[in-house]
C-alpha cells in the first residue's frame, strides 16, 4: 500500500473540489507527462427534459437485441432505467419501453398487456424469448457489459434466494415508492380512456 507521503509527489496540477465531483475514472499518461486526473460529470435534467430524451433514444434504437419494459412512473425503477440508458449509448442494445406511456401497445409487445408487466420486470429479446424476474436483470446487464455484476445469480442456491427477493419487492414496490395500488391505477387508467 503506498504511503500517503508517495501520493503527495504525484504531479497534480490542480485539486479540483472533491466535495463536488466524484472520478469515475483516473487516466495516467506516460511518464513523460505530467499525471491528469479525468473526470466524468452527470447532468441533472428535469423530468419533462428526461421523457424527451428517452423518448428520442428508443426511436433511434432500431438495432436492438432486448426490450426492456419498465414503468415509466416508479421512480426506483427510472433510476435503474436511466443508468441503463446510460450504459446503452455505447452500445444501443436494448430498446426501452415504457408501460406507463400512452403509447404502449401489447400487441408490439408479444401480448403482454399493461396489468402483466406491472407485475415484475420483462424483457424480450430480439427473438421473442421473454425473461422475467432477476433473469431479465441479467440479460439487460449483459447487454450493456455488466454481466459480471449478476453472474452469481446464474447458480443456486443464490438463484433462488435472488428470486424469491425480488418477487417480494415486485409485490409491493408500489406501496414502497409511495403509489396507489394496481387495482386503483387500473382504474384510473381506464377513466382516462373513456374520457
Known amino acids: 500500500m503506498a504511503s500517503s507521503g508517495a501520493l503527495s509527489r504525484l504531479p497534480f496540477r490542480s485539486t479540483p473540489p472533491s466535495s463536488f465531483i466524484l472520478p469515475s475514472r483516473i487516466v495516467f499518461l506516460p511518464r513523460s507527462s505530467p499525471a491528469v486526473i479525468r473526470f466524468q460529470t452527470r447532468s441533472v435534467y428535469s423530468k419533462p427534459k428526461l421523457k424527451e430524451i428517452a423518448q428520442h433514444n428508443d426511436q433511434s434504437s432500431n438495432s436492438w437485441k432486448i426490450k426492456m419494459l419498465y414503468d415509466g412512473e416508479c421512480p426506483l425503477c427510472l433510476r435503474e432505467v ?3 440508458r446510460e450504459r446503452n449509448q455505447s452500445y444501443g442494445t436494448i430498446k426501452f419501453i415504457d408501460i406507463s406511456s400512452d403509447d404502449y401497445s401489447p400487441e408490439e409487445n408479444l401480448g403482454l398487456d399493461y396489468k402483466t408487466a406491472m407485475g415484475r420486470i420483462h424483457a424480450i429479446q430480439s427473438d421473442g424469448t421473454v425473461y422475467t424476474n432477476v433473469e431479465a436483470f441479467r440479460r439487460l446487464y449483459e447487454e450493456v457489459g455488466l454481466g459480471w455484476l449478476y453472474t452469481l445469480t446464474k447458480y443456486e442456491p443464490i438463484s ?19 403509489r396507489p395500488s394496481l387495482e386503483k391505477i387500473l382504474e384510473s387508467k381506464k377513466k382516462e380512456v373513456e374520457r
Open 160 to 178: 433462488s434466494i435472488v428470486n424469491a427477493v425480488y418477487k417480494i419487492w415486485a409485490k409491493y414496490r408500489l406501496q414502497l415508492t409511495g
Open 82 to 84: 436511466n443508468m441503463l
